[in-house]
């Protein structure tokens, strides 16, 4: 698994348009959050979902493969039996990273990923990721179960 912090800092600043497998419009699920925070940073995000036509102003796609652009993250919220399809078409679109988020992990996805050069990641969060690697936890809502108007040092 690519769970180093020197490789996901690479993974999270180099992949910058992130095709959302799974994306809900539901604004109150997890996909829509995660999304929003990503738009909010500067990433491009792309809904794969058959179910809408738009999500979060962005055009919506049935498949990864007709998406019209080159994508660099595929980002799975599905149920890990989902991802191993996924993964390979993941591979097929060129994309340089398979990251299945908590709850999500698939090892024969992630032997897919990883036998085609793709960087893969496995129950992790993208955006808690992001906001621990490049410090925005405090900002983002997350209990951390401290309660202190002091930063730990």
């Not at 496995?122 to 983002?140: N, P, Q, S």
Request: aromatic share 6%; hydrophobic share 45%.
């Amino acid at each position: 698994m690519s769970d180093d912090i020197p490789t996901l800092r690479r993974i999270l600043r180099t992949c910058k348009t992130v095709a959302m497998v799974g994306l809900s419009a539901e604004w109150h699920r997890p996909s829509n959050f995660v999304a929003k925070y990503l738009q909010s940073h500067g990433y491009r995000v792309i809904p794969v979902n058959p179910r809408y036509d738009h999500i979060l102003g962005e055009r919506c796609y049935a498949r990864l493969e007709d998406i019209p652009e080159p994508v660099h993250m595929v980002d799975v919220f599905r149920k890990p039996a989902d991802v191993p399809p996924i993964a390979a078409s993941a591979v097929a679109i060129g994309a340089r990273c398979l990251w299945q988020q908590l709850g999500v992990a698939n090892l024969e996805a992630d032997a897919i990923a990883r036998a085609a050069g793709l960087d893969s990641v496995l129950d992790r969060c993208v955006k808690i990721e992001h906001a621990r690697l490049f410090g925005g936890l405090h900002w983002v809502g997350v209990d951390t179960q401290v309660i202190s108007a002091r930063r730990p040092s």
